[in-house]
């Protein structure tokens, strides 16, 4: 397969990129300047632009671009990047993919868990009603401008992903080794997960999946708690987990954030990708976190 990554130099699109390559697929990169490889493609999604040419010979399309929302604090004006930078990149693909005379078979578009809200200690299913805030709203706005494309659309809603350098869990990691990490806020609030590598596996799934459509919740099947996930990580790097951050200083330090990200309960369901097909390496919190550690 030929696919076309946007996002491709972030923590997932590097996943994915390699997994492809492994496979004997032809991944290829957006890129936002003049294209120097062979395996990159230039566009504009801040002007809208993509030549819609670059379509006619593409299988699939991964729409993984945005700024990330882990940078704090969340400004006004670094809202509207979060916003534009997914609204603006999904409007473009999709532009190209239906004007295109031969367009690819499916579009995968990146949402978040963020879609649900606050789910306190309900089990959140992709039939699950939207929830409120900022990346709630973000989430669904996201997900209905890539309903737009004319092809079969997957929206894949991606929560946190544990991967061994970057992201929530590579912050967290080095704390832990200073006897400087704990639960944040209460600890009790459900934080659905995903391992990295099963994170690009379940997307180049949803591609060869012809009946996957609409969203799967991309989380693995075992639920955890903020509290579950530290003290996992700390008894594998042989450290106590005792210096939890209240709630009060989370929302005093940074606000929204905290809140919308950190203090947010979402149990999310894994059936529906699992009655797909799919099957996770890293299913259970144990084995992740394992995977997580071995080269920290």
């Not at 006004?76 to 005379?101: F, G, H, P, Q, W």
């Amino acid at each position: 397969m030929r696919v076309l990554i946007s996002g491709a130099s972030g923590l997932v699109g590097t996943e994915l990129f390699s997994q492809l390559k492994a496979a004997g697929h032809e991944p290829l990169k957006l890129v936002r300047r003049k294209a120097k490889a062979s395996d990159e493609i230039s566009w504009n999604p801040a002007s809208l632009e993509l030549d819609p040419e670059v379509m006619e010979t593409i299988d699939a399309v991964v729409n993984l671009a945005g700024a990330t929302t882990g940078r704090i604090p969340w400004t006004r004006r670094y809202k509207r990047e979060i916003v534009d930078s997914r609204i603006n990149s999904t409007k473009t693909l999709v532009a190209a993919i239906n004007a295109a005379k031969n367009p690819p078979k499916v579009l995968v578009s990146g949402s978040a868990s963020g879609f649900y809200g606050e789910g306190g200690n309900l089990w959140l299913t992709e039939d699950s009603p939207k929830g409120e805030g900022f990346l709630s709203d973000l989430a669904n706005d996201w997900e209905l401008e890539a309903h737009k494309a004319r092809t079969r659309v997957v929206l894949a809603r991606t929560t946190l992903v544990m991967s061994r350098k970057l992201g929530a869990l590579g912050r967290l990691v080095p704390l832990i080794k200073l006897f400087v990490g704990g639960p944040l806020g209460s600890g009790k609030q459900y934080w659905a997960w995903i391992n990295l590598v099963d994170e690009a596996a379940a997307i180049i799934h949803l591609i060869n999946t012809p009946t996957a459509h609409g969203p799967f919740n991309l989380s693995a099947p075992e639920p955890a708690t903020c509290e579950d996930m530290v003290r996992a990580l700390a008894k594998e790097l042989g450290r106590p987990a005792w210096f939890g951050v209240p709630e009060f200083a989370m929302n005093l330090l940074i606000g929204e954030a905290a809140r919308e990200l950190l203090l947010v309960s979402q149990k999310m369901t894994a059936t529906k990708l699992l009655a797909s097909g799919f099957r996770f390496k890293y299913p259970d919190l144990e084995s992740s976190v394992r995977w997580v550690v071995s080269k920290n």
